[in-house]
């Protein structure tokens, strides 16, 4: 009794006290994230890789079922079953510890030290400065320039939007590899990123992707347009390497997908980060950028800022159990909280700080 207790509160001690190291020692962070990491997540998303389905959804669904099943059907056994309700009570109690100490240990090892890293810009652009709205200006007019040029070589469906005809996961592990020649900690194993069965929750929650730490697994919407698949699955490959800020791995999936040699990924890559900027000079009123959207192709405009099929909530009404506005922003207050708690004070804000490396980027 006392060993099926005292072993997951050791565990979960020892987790606490590596929290709190890394908190502060930013160097025993960078040594875990280049020195162990590596090997825990090349060994356990091989043999996560090996299933044909998310393991960490199921895992995620089964959380879900134990928490409205398994708690109504506890109180009822100890109701009915009076000789056994110490017994009973234990079992559940080293259940409960069990899976606290999993999600400590998983969280901890796959995800919280990596918080705590040197930020990707101190480490690739340690003469970076303070950026102007002019520099702002001139990325956003190349960007536009070069989705201009690419926009016009991708194929493109019977309505005349951008589609991705390629094997989209073989090219992204194989664009991260070969990013991983500019950036170290992006060489080595990548498993195949998987589709989320409940993709249309997570259309609700907003998101394109969403990365698994308790089993080492990155996972996409599968209900989302495949124009959207490339920055996505380079962005959740990037989390598999020790990148977990936001920011860092919308800006290793652009370095990835435009380091590509295919056509599409390169399109799709500087599509995203155009994205980004847009809304940053928009939301910074950087006027004298104002007039470059003038600049912007039709072929552009119809491939941007798109994410769901059309009428994509219409037809997938039927499946809404609890309101999208409520999951979204519950989903929402969720991830930026977690941000914030593992030290960025901007929150889900954070994404959009790719700008400031696309900056960095283009004017070290």
Not at 93 to 102: A, K, M, P, Q, R
Not at 140 to 148: D, F, P, Q, R, T
Not at 157 to 178: H, L, P, S, Y
Request: glycine share 4%.
């Amino acid at each position: 009794m006392k060993k099926r207790y005292s072993i997951p509160l050791i565990i979960i001690a020892i987790m606490v006290i590596l929290n709190v190291i890394s908190r502060f020692s930013r160097q025993f962070s960078d040594f875990y994230v280049s020195k162990i990491f590596p090997y825990i997540s090349s060994a356990v998303s091989f043999v996560t890789g090996l299933l044909p389905f998310s393991l960490g959804e199921m895992l995620t669904a089964a959380a879900v079922a134990l928490v409205f099943i398994g708690i109504p059907l506890f109180l009822i056994l100890l109701i009915f079953m009076k000789g056994k309700r110490r017994r009973l009570a234990a079992f559940a109690g080293t259940l409960v510890l069990w899976i606290l100490c999993y999600i400590t240990t998983t969280e901890t090892m796959n995800c919280f030290i990596m918080y705590q890293c040197t930020p990707l810009s101190e480490k690739y652009f340690p003469d970076s400065h303070e950026h102007t709205d002019r520099e702002l200006t001139m990325l956003y007019g190349a960007l536009i320039n070069k989705c201009n040029e690419l926009a016009l070589q991708v194929p493109r469906d019977e309505n005349g939007c951008f589609e991705v005809t390629c094997d989209v996961k073989a090219e992204a592990k194989k664009a991260m590899k070969r990013a991983g020649g500019k950036y170290p900690q992006l060489r080595g194993y990548y498993p195949d990123p998987k589709p989320i069965q409940f993709s249309y929750f997570m259309s609700q929650l907003h998101l394109t992707g969403i990365y698994m730490p308790y089993t080492i697994e990155a996972n996409y919407n599968d209900d989302m347009i495949r124009a959207v698949l490339p920055s996505t699955l380079c962005h959740e490959l990037a989390h598999l390497k020790g990148f977990i800020q936001e920011d860092e791995a919308n800006f290793l999936a652009f370095a990835a997908s435009t380091g590509s040699d295919n056509v599409e990924f390169q399109y799709a890559g500087y599509l995203d980060a155009l994205e980004y900027v847009h809304n940053t000079v928009w939301d910074n009123e950087v006027e004298e950028a104002y007039p470059l959207s003038e600049t912007i192709s039709d072929e552009v405009l119809r491939d941007w800022f798109r994410f769901m099929p059309e009428n994509y909530w219409e037809e997938n009404a039927d499946k809404e159990v609890i309101s999208t506005e409520a999951v979204s922003e519950a989903s929402t207050a969720a991830i930026d909280t977690n941000i914030k708690m593992n030290g960025r004070e901007e929150g889900i804000k954070s994404y959009s700080m790719m700008v400031d490396l696309l900056l960095d980027y283009y004017f070290p």
